[in-house]
């Protein structure tokens, strides 16, 4: 890494071909019976930590095809909803504080289990509706201390890209759970990461 970005590993590689892969939305508010919680504990069992167990229930439950090599998969938590665009204008400013405090407080999402189990199964992405993808209660990260460890063993271990804050709302009226991911970040040259379009075809 240089002062210019970080050179042969910079995003706009990962642009020169992009994402083109099977989507498979995995809808954890239907399976939790509401939005899953910001977690309270390092407990796998904490209903705001999504684990291996979790993952693989999801997928039984929502009638997929088991996750395999090269698929691209995405995590509805509900905690996304809280910036939901249509209503955000018609909130006062007392309330859009109260939703901004409470999104950036912590977010339910994938634990440590749940990530080593998708990077077993060799994915390529994962994604959610929140800033992160993956579970952070008040002090810790999903399963153990170290926050972020799901970037640490996804991201920089095992290179599995992770898109974050998508808007779900049109597959879930259509429960449209498996289809054709296409994703194409910017060639921001160096960069960590970057925008892009992502879109979902079934």
Same mark, same amino acid.
């Given at each position: 890494?240089?002062?210019?970005?970080?050179?042969?590993?910079?995003?706009?590689?990962?642009?020169?071909?992009?994402?083109?892969?099977?989507?498979?939305?995995?809808?954890?508010?239907?399976?939790?019976?509401?939005?899953?919680?910001?977690? !309270?504990?390092?407990?796998?069992?904490?209903?705001?930590?999504?684990?291996?167990?979790?993952?693989?229930?999801?997928?039984?439950?929502?009638?997929?095809k088991p996750i395999?090599?090269?698929?691209?998969?995405?995590?509805? !938590?509900?905690?996304?909803?809280?910036?939901?665009?249509?209503?955000?204008?018609?909130?006062?400013?007392?309330?859009?504080?109260?939703?901004?405090?409470?999104?950036?407080?912590?977010?339910?999402?994938?634990?440590?289990?749940?990530?080593?189990?998708?990077?077993?199964?060799?994915?390529?992405?994962?994604?959610?509706?929140?800033?992160?993808?993956?579970?952070?209660?008040?002090?810790?990260?999903?399963?153990?201390?170290?926050?972020?460890?799901?970037?640490?063993?996804?991201? !920089?271990?095992?290179?599995?890209?992770?898109?974050?804050?998508?808007?779900?709302?049109?597959?879930?009226?259509?429960?449209?759970?498996?289809?054709?991911?296409?994703?194409?970040?910017?060639?921001?040259?160096?960069? !960590?990461?970057?925008?892009?379009?992502?879109v979902a075809l079934?």
């Amino acid at each position: 890494m240089t002062t210019y970005g970080l050179g042969p590993l910079g995003v706009e590689h990962v642009a020169e071909k992009g994402f083109v892969c099977r989507g498979v939305l995995l809808d954890g508010v239907a399976y939790h019976g509401g939005p899953l919680p910001i977690p !309270t504990s390092r407990e796998k069992s904490d209903p705001g930590i999504v684990s291996d167990e979790d993952v693989r229930k999801m997928v039984e439950r929502q009638g997929l095809k088991p996750i395999e090599e090269g698929d691209c998969v995405l995590l509805y !938590t509900g905690h996304g909803d809280i910036w939901d665009p249509d209503d955000w204008d018609t909130f006062s400013a007392e309330e859009k504080q109260h939703r901004i405090a409470k999104f950036n407080s912590g977010e339910p999402g994938f634990g440590l289990s749940g990530c080593e189990y998708l990077a077993r199964r060799k994915i390529i992405l994962w994604g959610s509706d929140t800033w992160g993808s993956e579970a952070v209660g008040p002090g810790f990260g999903g399963e153990n201390d170290q926050p972020f460890e799901c970037h640490i063993k996804m991201m !920089t271990q095992r290179g599995i890209w992770n898109i974050e804050n998508l808007d779900f709302s049109q597959l879930l009226a259509d429960k449209a759970y498996d289809f054709l991911f296409v994703w194409s970040p910017l060639k921001m040259k160096g960069a !960590t990461g970057s925008a892009g379009n992502p879109v979902a075809l079934y």
